[in-house]
């Protein structure tokens, strides 16, 4: 079935850099962009890019911009997202999902999440 | 960027009541791509509308939206123990997303 795995929970300090993965199967990867969204406790989700596998673009959120990069394998059919200079408001649970660029039928397939800490 | 707020915050209701989740943008949302979440504690988003008022595969109909431009509606026609939960409206499409801050709707 369709499916998105991501990797397991980071605990970074202040000023470190995570790299989140996003391994997709159960449809053709370069079909879909992968988005990326976080949600701080309390708060509501908050999209932080894009990035589409076949064209090669990213598109990201004004206040990532600069601290953000989004990569991919397509052989391993795996997606990345590494934040940088990581700051204690930066905690949160991030999701990857699927978004069919052509379809624009939303968000239909999301990660289970991954839970980044940052904390001295 | 286009703010979605959403109201009320919490909804207390029973089940087999009828639900109405409320979504309003800043400026109107183009092309009405707005789309409705449910998240349960430790799950991810589970899609339930896209495009204002279209239902994702696999959603009973007892969930409908409508709405366009600014003004958008989540109505969940009678509630089951299971639809209790934190929904989400999401503007989506031309990479300058937002989403709403939540509505909990919790059992009265």
């Known amino acids: 079935q369709v499916q998105l795995l991501q990797s397991g929970t980071e605990v970074k300090k202040p000023g470190a850099s995570v790299k989140v993965s996003c391994k997709a199967s159960?449809?053709?990867?370069?079909?879909?962009?992968i988005e990326w969204v976080r949600r701080a406790t309390g708060q509501g989700p908050e999209w932080i890019g894009w990035?589409?596998?076949?064209?090669?673009?990213?598109g990201f959120a004004q206040k990532f911009q600069g601290r953000v990069t989004m990569t991919w394998n397509t052989s391993i059919t795996t997606a990345y997202m590494e934040l940088s200079s990581l700051r204690s408001d930066d905690t949160a649970m991030y999701y990857c999902a699927r978004y069919h660029p052509v379809l624009r039928n939303g968000f239909d397939v999301w990660g289970q999440g991954t839970v980044v800490t940052v904390s001295s | 960027e286009i703010v979605l707020t959403q109201s009320p915050g919490t909804l207390s209701l029973s089940p087999g009541e009828r639900a109405t989740l409320s979504c309003r943008a800043s400026q109107s949302v183009t092309s009405n791509y707005l789309a409705w979440f449910q998240q349960k504690p430790g799950q991810a988003p589970r899609l339930l509308i896209y495009g204002a008022s279209s239902r994702a595969t696999g959603i009973p109909d007892r969930f409908s939206g409508r709405g366009s431009g600014t003004d958008f509606t989540l109505t969940i026609s009678r509630l089951e123990t299971e639809d209790f939960a934190v929904y989400y409206c999401h503007q989506y499409g031309y990479g300058r997303d937002t989403f709403g801050q939540g509505t909990r709707l919790e059992i009265k």
């Open positions: 159960g449809y053709t990867f370069t079909s879909y962009d």
């Open positions: 990035m589409n596998p076949n064209t090669g673009r990213t």
